[in-house]
């Protein structure tokens, strides 16, 4: 079993820029697949960005891509998703999810259903 704990959301200007933290319990976090979605009131769960166990594959939806970056730190059990140039459409609760098994396509790391375990998610809000 594993535990995800997120951390570091919070009220932003337009423009800033915040780091999430996702800090996991267990001693086989190295060997997951990472992912953080996001989800705005009133709409779906959706994909932001993942991070493969080897930490060299990395993938991003269309509307973060080349303000967001993803990254972990498999001697802390953190995985992290810098986001910079936050815009007010970025508000959202932000969940951070593993998944157990090392096989993986794109397409499938894109799906909730993709991952094992969930945080409790932590509030982003970007004002404008």
């Known amino acids: 079993q594993v535990q995800l704990v997120e951390s570091g959301g919070g009220l932003v200007q337009a423009g800033g820029s915040l780091r999430l933290s996702c800090t996991a319990s267990?001693?086989?976090?190295?060997?997951?697949?990472l992912g953080w979605f996001r989800q705005a009131p009133g709409t779906e769960r959706e994909f932001v960005a993942a991070?493969?166990?080897?930490?060299?594959?990395?993938y991003y939806a269309d509307s973060v891509k080349g303000r967001f970056t993803i990254s972990r730190d498999n001697a802390k059990n953190t995985a992290y998703l810098q986001m910079n140039s936050l815009k007010p459409e970025d508000t959202a609760v932000f969940y951070c999810?593993?998944?157990?098994?090392?096989?993986?396509?794109?397409?499938?790391?894109?799906?909730?259903?993709?991952?094992?375990?969930w945080g409790q998610g932590a509030q982003v809000t970007v004002s404008s």
């Open positions: 999810a593993a998944r157990r098994n090392r096989m993986y396509s794109a397409p499938v790391l894109r799906r909730l259903d993709a991952y094992d375990y």
């Open positions: 267990g001693r086989t976090f190295s060997s997951y697949t």
């Open positions: 991070i493969d166990w080897t930490a060299t594959v990395t």
